[in-house]
C-alpha cells in the first residue's frame, strides 16, 4: 500500500510564500505521475500542478490560475515531492492534497489517481 503525507500548510498573509512537501513510500518516484490538487469549502477538488518524468527530465503541469506562482519540483532520491507557492491570495486557501497517477494518465483529473494523501490546511489572509 503507498502512502503519501503532505507537510507544510498553516496561516499566511497574502503575498507570502509556503513550500508544501509529500513524502511517499515509494521505492523509486521515477515512473510515477505526481499531482498536487486543493479543496476548498464548498468546492470540487481541483486540480494545482503536477509531475511526470521521462528518464532525464521533468514534465511540469499547472493549473492557469497558480502558473507563474506555483512550482512543483520532485526529488527522486528522497521520493518526495514539492510545492513551492509564491505571491499566495486569499483564494489559495483550501486544503492541499498530494496524488500519486500511473505515468502517462491524464493529469489533471482526479479519477486518475489511485492513491492520495490526507491533505495540508493552507490559510491566507487578506
Known amino acids: 500500500q503507498v502512502q503519501l503525507k503532505e507537510s507544510g500548510g498553516g496561516l499566511v498573509q497574502a503575498g507570502d510564500s509556503l513550500r508544501l512537501s509529500c513524502a511517499t513510500s515509494l521505492r523509486s518516484l521515477s515512473s510515477a505521475l505526481m499531482g498536487w490538487f486543493r479543496q476548498a469549502p464548498g468546492l470540487e477538488r481541483e486540480f494545482v500542478a503536477a509531475?511526470?518524468?521521462?528518464?532525464?527530465?521533468?514534465?511540469?503541469y499547472y493549473a492557469p490560475s497558480v502558473r507563474g506562482r506555483f512550482t512543483i519540483s520532485r526529488d527522486n532520491a528522497k521520493n518526495t515531492v514539492y510545492l513551492q507557492m509564491n505571491s499566495l491570495r486569499p483564494e489559495d486557501t483550501a486544503v492541499y492534497y498530494c496524488a500519486l497517477a500511473s505515468s502517462g494518465a491524464m493529469y489533471s483529473s482526479t479519477g486518475s489517481y489511485g492513491y492520495w494523501g490526507q491533505g495540508t490546511q493552507v490559510t491566507v489572509s487578506s
Open positions: 509531475s511526470s518524468w521521462n528518464w532525464t527530465a521533468a514534465r511540469l
